[in-house]
């Protein structure tokens, strides 16, 4: 399972945190990623990050801001956002990446938390 | 930047029919292992995205076998063999050659 937390109402230009806690597999074996859907809008990759933490991509438009991060020792996984605008509305996935086994993909997906930025 | 883009963005099917979808990519999503990094996700209404097809062609484990993927180069397709009323949503297409980058989606209604 994965289970998104953090979301909430935001000013332009705050900063929030999302949390996704992992059970039930080895969080640390698998790359993660976050994905984010405005309202009434289709899905956009935001970032992932590599199982040890050693790399991290990011869609360009929050690149910078916003900063992906992961305690494997808590199967956790966050996302730090700074300098929130409101095209950053949406909710956001916690999504884990196979690469190999059974299936290449986003194989499992957290239920979303919603971010709202607004005045 | 790969930029995907589907076909059509709507479509009202017959259960028991068949129905088709296509997606296409700014560049080829060959990656150097000989395999094409493009994954087909369903969205049913008021749920989390799923997996259907991986490496343009592979089932997900539990899907299915209704459904298919085919494609090479830019050009690739979602069928489903016989639509069933379980199969409203919307199919995303995705590119994971280069981070990652989902299509507009196609909304599928019965």
């Known amino acids: 399972h994965l289970v998104e937390s953090g979301g909430g109402l935001v000013r332009p230009g705050g900063s929030l945190t999302l949390s996704c806690a992992a059970s039930?597999?080895?969080?640390?074996?698998?790359?993660m990623s976050w994905v984010r859907q405005a309202p009434g809008k289709g899905l956009q990759w935001v970032a992932d990050i590599k199982q040890d933490g050693s790399v991290k991509f990011y869609l360009e438009s929050v690149e910078g801001r916003f900063t992906i991060s992961r305690d494997n020792g808590k199967d956790s996984l966050y996302l730090h956002m700074n300098s929130l605008g409101v095209e950053d509305t949406a909710v956001y996935f916690c999504?884990?990446?196979?690469?190999?086994?059974?299936?290449?993909?986003?194989?499992?997906w957290g239920q979303g938390t919603m971010v709202t930025v607004s005045s | 930047e790969i930029v995907m883009t589907q076909s059509p963005l709507s479509l009202s099917v017959t259960p028991g029919e068949p129905a088709s979808f296509s997606c296409r990519s700014s560049q080829s999503l060959l990656h150097t292992n000989g395999y094409y990094l493009l994954e087909w996700y369903v969205q049913k209404p008021g749920q989390s995205p799923e997996l259907l097809i991986y490496?343009?062609?592979n089932r997900a484990p539990g899907v299915p076998d209704r459904f298919s993927g085919s494609g090479s180069g830019t050009d690739f397709t979602l069928k489903i063999s016989r639509v069933e009323a379980e199969d409203v949503g919307v199919y995303y297409c995705?590119?994971?050659?280069?981070?990652?980058?989902f299509g507009p989606g196609t909304k599928v209604e019965i």
């Open positions: 039930g597999f080895s969080f640390s074996a698998y790359w």
């Open positions: 490496l343009a062609s």
């Open positions: 999504a884990r990446y196979s690469s190999g086994g059974s299936c290449v993909g986003f194989d499992l």
């Open positions: 995705m590119q994971a050659l280069q981070k990652g980058t």
